[in-house]
């Protein structure tokens, strides 16, 4: 078998003298949903935005492709494919879902001596991304904010697909929406991950991790408590886990960790 796209060993996270991950491992392989599920404060926006070089690990090691890397800000842990997607999302909602979209990366095209962006050529693009991951769009022009949670979020993942990432980190991306909106969400997951992309997808929700997941960590104050595959756990124990709950210690076995 190959190298996993991602591997993360043993990371540790301090912050002064608090401990924000206290050797955490997880990898992803190509194509596969990795749920990484923890009550507040587990560690997991610390666990992720080391993985995607805004915080520096204390201790631990990172590979790409079987390789040692350090990612000394985002903006390296980007230029190696690691795209994350933060649950306020950073979007302009006046603005144009085109706009949005390319942010900063416009097609430009020359007239005359001028180079100007190519809307056409941007809205386009925009359009044919957009409708890949399930989403038809009036008008590449409507403003962002007419759009839904869920629809937006599916702006952003398209853009760091369509950017080629190959890992895509989700923080929360279904927290904040309805059953529907979610679906849509859950199903865009499934998308990128059949496009051979790693998906680190972060959430407090047992059966959204259980609806795309390939496979779950367990985060709990800084810790794992194991690593389990679809089909090894179900979705009461995983929300167990999740609550430090009592049937940790039977758990031990089929989550081979260390409760
Ligand atoms: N910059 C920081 N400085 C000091 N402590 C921090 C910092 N960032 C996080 N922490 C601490 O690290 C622990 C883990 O926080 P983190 O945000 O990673 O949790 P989380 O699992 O993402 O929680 P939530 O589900 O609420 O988003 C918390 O105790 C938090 O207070
Ligand atoms: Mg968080």
Redesign the pocket.
Known sequence: MSAPLIEMIDIE?H??S????AGVSLSVQEGECHCLL????????????TLAGV?QPTKGEMRIDGKTVHFPNARAAIDAGIATVYQDLAMIPLMSVARNFWMGREPQKSVGPFKIWDADKANAITMEEMARMGINLREADQAVGTLSGGERQTVAIARAVYFGARVLIL??PTSALGVRQTANVLSTIDRVRKKGIGVVF?T?NVRHAMAVGDRFTV?N??KTLGTAARGEVGVEELQDLMAGGKEMVQLEQSLGGTV
């Open positions: 996270k912050f002064g608090v401990i924000a991950l923890g009550d507040n404060g587990a560690g997991k926006s610390t666990f992720i935005k915080h923080d929360e972060i407090h985060l104050r800084g």
